[in-house]
C-alpha cells in the first residue's frame, strides 16, 4: 500500500520559518518525482515545488524563500520554508508522480495546515 506521511505544518508569525517533510513507502520511488502542491478553500490546488533526481522546480510565488530537498538513499522529502507571508497559509499536500510532477499526481499525502500569521 502506497503512502505519502507528510509532518511539519502548523501555525507561525509572518516572516517566520516552518519545515514540511514527507516520506513515500509502498513501492520503488526512485524514478518519481516528488514533490508539494497547497490548496486553500475554495481554490483550486496549485503547484508549490518537485524534485526528481535531475531537476528541481518551484513556483514562482515561492522562488527564493522555499527549498526542496531529497534524501539521498531515501524516499523522504523536505521543504524548508523561509520568510514566510500570510499568503502562504494553505493546506500543504506532498505528491508523487513517475518522472514529472504535474497535475494529477499518482499519488497524495493526506495533508498538513501551514497557517501564517500577520
Known amino acids: 500500500q502506497v503512502q505519502l506521511a507528510e509532518s511539519g505544518g502548523g501555525l507561525v508569525q509572518t516572516g517566520g520559518s516552518l519545515r514540511l517533510s514527507c516520506t513515500a513507502s509502498?513501492?520503488?520511488?526512485?524514478?518519481?518525482?516528488l514533490g508539494w502542491f497547497r490548496q486553500v478553500r475554495g481554490k483550486e490546488r496549485e503547484f508549490v515545488a518537485a524534485?526528481?533526481?535531475?531537476?528541481?522546480d518551484y513556483s514562482d510565488s515561492v522562488k527564493g524563500r522555499f527549498t526542496i530537498s531529497r534524501h539521498p538513499t531515501q524516499n523522504t522529502i523536505t521543504l524548508q520554508m523561509n520568510n514566510l507571508t500570510p499568503e502562504d497559509t494553505a493546506v500543504y499536500y506532498c505528491?508523487?508522480?513517475?518522472?514529472?510532477?504535474?497535475?494529477?499526481?499518482?499519488?497524495w499525502g493526506q495533508g498538513t495546515q501551514v497557517t501564517v500569521a500577520s
Open positions: 505528491a508523487a508522480k513517475y518522472g514529472v510532477l504535474s497535475l494529477p499526481p499518482e499519488y
Open positions: 509502498g513501492r520503488p520511488f526512485g524514478s518519481y518525482a
Open positions: 524534485t526528481s533526481w535531475s531537476n528541481t
